[in-house]
Structure formats: structure tokens, C-alpha cells
């Protein structure tokens, strides 16, 4: 192992929640650095629109919200490594973050790497992607201009998808295994007037069809046991996420799911000095602001550690 | 504009410069997305373990990337980015959408060797 760096403060996540503590923490002069992770800008970069982040009465795209995020958080010095945590090991007061690069030493840690996207988990998913089966709409969207694609799930971001694949394909399905929707009113009052989106519920897919790219897909009815033949070119999978939490799993306790646990009404984890805010702590609200709020209470509640420490 | 670590690829004439000048060449096609991402992110992570390979990422939406959007062996895809691997400027291998690091090397040890 060659030079190790050392660290005031590392934060994992560069989503709503690692960004909002890395503003507060370079505001405070504690010189933080952001270690990316494999998707800068966390799941909101795949929302084609945000109308419901505070401060932006029009709609702004994840992406140019993120940048946004990025840009003011640069601005008070936050430094920033394109960088995955691996493994993170306390040895006496010090944090060893190892990434696949190297070897980062900190006396703090902000846990903040969000959730990742839930996969349909059949064997057919994984030969189709990139060949019609997508995680992200406005990504590959436009590849299916004039085609019928199959949107799977039944929250925010499949009924956001489902609307926004209307601007290119010519009919979206809706497949969704329960009979009622966690996507909140607004936007289904959106997906449900638009005429080119029609709806299967309560059927799950069973299996995707194709010789070298998708041409449809078997789908089953969850109460009857049918099944049915379904044709469409793609299909965009929007069925939830899980924490991102693997790599801490021997440093801080989490639930059954996965979720970082954390003290009622704090950020603190179990072990004193690391802190987690956002989604990969959050199994109720799972929203961009709820995670901000989230990342300013990490940084003050580290901030408070760190000022405790040295008083000691 | 990609904003990546790696050596980009602008012109038609890059393109052809770097396939001319290198036995071993993987270049990915995408934007800033989260599907690009990890994949740009792998790339920057394999550049000290492959010397032997040359790394390069392409802008998916400037008009030299057609030579990478218009190849046969990319004419089904359709997920971001479109990954390229040459040997001796023929393609080899290509992939759509996102992939992990092992897809990545399995296909670097396949075509390049270790």
C-alpha cells in the first residue's frame, strides 16, 4: 500500500444527502472530501423531472438539480474522488476507508450512499440488458421512439418513467403487481389522463421473450394464476431500491433490510464518529429533501462530535 | 461534454488515430448518466492494471460519435453508453448498457489478455 491519505471528514454519497452534508461541513472549515461513489448524483439523476423540491416552482430535471447540488458544494471547497468504498474498518480512533484504488484514513465518517435500483431478478433481465430491458428512462428513452415498451412498478419513478417514455413510445404499459400505488396523486392523475399509457394490475413478468433484443414478455396474474403473452420492445424496470450499505455491514449495526440504524431524532450510528443520513437510512420517506434535511443534521451532529473530541 | 478522468475522443480523425496507433483499444460511448458513470468509473479504476490497453470515452451526442453508434455490432442496442473493444481497429467485443467491473475485465482478459 503506497501513501495514505488522512482525512478531517470523508463522506460517502454524493446524492442529496452527501452533498448537503459536504456544504455544511466545508462551510464550517472541516474540509471534507466526497468520495462519489459509482453513480454521482444518487437516484435523482434518472428523474426526468422534480417538481416538488422546495426553491424551483418550474420543473427541473434530476440531473440539472444535482449539478446544482455539486456546484454550490464546490463552492465553500469540498473536494471530491470518483471513488467506492469497498470496506471500512475502525482501527483505534481511525476510520480506514478502503476503495478499490487504495486506502483512505478519516476520523470521521458521513455514510450517505443512498439506495440502488432493485432488479427483476430472472434470467432473462440480465441477457436483454442494453438490448430493451432498462433502469433508466431518460437515458435509453429515445431508443424506442414509435415502439410499445412495458414500464414494471408502482411508485414515483415507474409512473414518472411511464409518462415521460410517452414522449417517445407509441403505448406505455404499466405492469404492477399490486393492486394499489405507491406513486403519490399527482403523478397519477398525470399517468392516468395520458391516453397512451394503459395499465396491467395486479400481473408480475415472468419471463422476457426475444431472439436478440426484446419482443415481448410473459406476464402473470398474481391473483388469478394466468399468464399472457405481452408484445413490446422494452421494457423499464422501476421496482424499488435497496441500501447501499454492504460495505459498512462490520462497522455500523443496521436492520434486517439493510438500512443503517440510527439514534431517534440523530445521525449518530452505532459506532461513535460515523454518522448516515439519506435513503441508505431511511426505509419510510425516501425523499430528495427528506435526504438534505438528513445531510445537514449529519453534519452538524459530526460537527459536534468533532468539537466534543477535542475538548477531551 | 463528458467529465471524466479519462482521454476523450472529439473528432473523426481521433478515432481513427487511436485504432491506427494501438493494438488494444475499449472506448465508451455515453453521457454523464448513471448508467455512463460506473462504466467511465470502471475504465479510470482498469487504466494502471492494463498498460497494454487504451482507454478511451466519446461525447454519445457529437457527430464523431457515429462511428461508434453507426457499427453493426451496436445496431440492436438500445441502452447507454455503447462500449467498444478493438484489436487491431476491428471490434472484438461490444456491450450496452451499464456493466461492473468483472464484465469489464472478463472481457478485457478474454480479448487483450491480462
Known amino acids: 500500500m503506497g501513501n495514505v491519505d488522512m482525512e478531517n471528514v470523508v463522506i460517502a454519497g454524493a446524492g442529496p444527502a452527501g452533498l448537503t452534508a459536504a456544504i455544511y ?23 426526468p423531472e422534480v417538481e416538488n423540491y422546495p426553491g424551483f416552482p418550474e420543473p427541473i430535471s434530476g440531473m440539472e438539480l444535482m449539478d446544482r447540488f455539486r456546484k454550490q458544494t464546490e463552492q465553500f471547497g469540498a473536494r471530491f474522488k470518483m471513488e467506492v468504498i469497498e470496506k471500512v474498518k475502525k482501527v483505534n480512533d481511525i476510520f480506514e476507508v478502503d476503495t478499490g484504488t487504495g486506502r483512505i484514513e478519516t476520523g470521521t465518517l458521513i455514510i450517505a450512499t443512498g439506495a440502488e435500483a432493485r432488479r427483476l431478478d430472472i434470467p432473462s433481465e440480465s441477457k436483454f440488458y442494453g438490448k430493451g430491458v432498462s433502469g433508466c428512462a431518460t ?14 412498478g408502482g411508485g414515483n419513478t415507474a409512473i414518472q418513467d411511464a409518462v415521460f417514455l410517452t414522449r417517445f413510445a407509441s403505448k406505455v404499459t404499466i405492469v404492477h403487481r399490486r393492486d394499489y400505488f405507491r406513486a403519490v396523486p399527482a403523478e397519477m392523475e398525470k399517468a392516468k389522463s395520458n391516453p397512451k399509457i394503459e395499465w396491467l394490475i395486479p400481473w408480475v413478468v415472468e419471463e422476457i421473450i426475444g431472439a436478440n433484443t426484446v419482443t415481448g414478455a410473459v406476464l402473470k396474474n398474481r391473483e388469478t394464476g394466468k399468464t399472457q403473452q405481452i408484445a413490446c420492445s422494452g421494457i423499464f424496470v422501476a421496482i424499488g431500491h435497496d441500501p447501499q450499505s454492504e460495505a459498512f455491514k462490520e462497522l455500523v449495526e443496521t436492520d434486517k433490510n439493510g438500512f443503517i440504524l440510527v439514534e431517534a431524532g440523530s445521525t449518530r450510528t452505532s459506532t461513535p464518529g460515523v454518522f448516515a443520513c439519506g435513503d441508505v437510512c431511511d426505509p419510510v420517506y425516501k425523499q430528495a429533501v427528506v435526504a438534505a434535511g438528513h445531510g445537514c443534521m449529519a453534519a452538524m451532529d459530526l460537527e459536534q462530535y468533532i468539537y466534543i473530541q477535542r475538548r477531551t | 461534454m463528458l467529465n471524466t478522468n479519462l482521454k476523450h475522443i472529439e473528432t473523426e480523425q481521433e478515432v481513427k488515430e487511436v485504432l491506427e496507433s494501438n493494438e488494444n483499444v475499449m472506448i465508451c460511448c455515453g453521457r454523464m448518466g448513471p448508467m455512463c458513470i460506473p462504466v467511465f468509473s470502471v475504465m479510470e479504476d482498469l487504466e494502471q492494471i492494463y498498460p497494454h490497453v487504451t482507454f478511451r470515452d466519446q461525447d454519445f451526442d457529437i457527430p464523431a460519435a457515429d462511428i461508434i453508434r453507426n457499427l453493426p455490432e451496436c445496431a440492436l442496442f438500445m441502452g447507454l453508453p455503447f462500449t467498444v473493444y478493438f484489436k487491431n481497429a476491428k471490434v472484438v467485443a461490444a456491450t450496452s448498457s451499464i456493466q461492473n467491473k468483472d464484465q469489464v475485465m472478463e472481457i478485457l482478459d478474454r480479448e487483450f489478455g491480462k
Open chain 1, 25 to 47: 461541513t466545508a462551510r464550517s472549515g472541516l474540509n471534507p472530501l466526497v468520495l462519489e461513489g459509482p453513480v454521482p448524483g444518487g437516484q435523482l439523476i434518472v428523474s
Open chain 1, 139 to 152: 437515458c435509453d428513452g429515445a431508443f424506442f421512439r414509435d415502439k410499445e415498451v412495458l414500464v414494471v
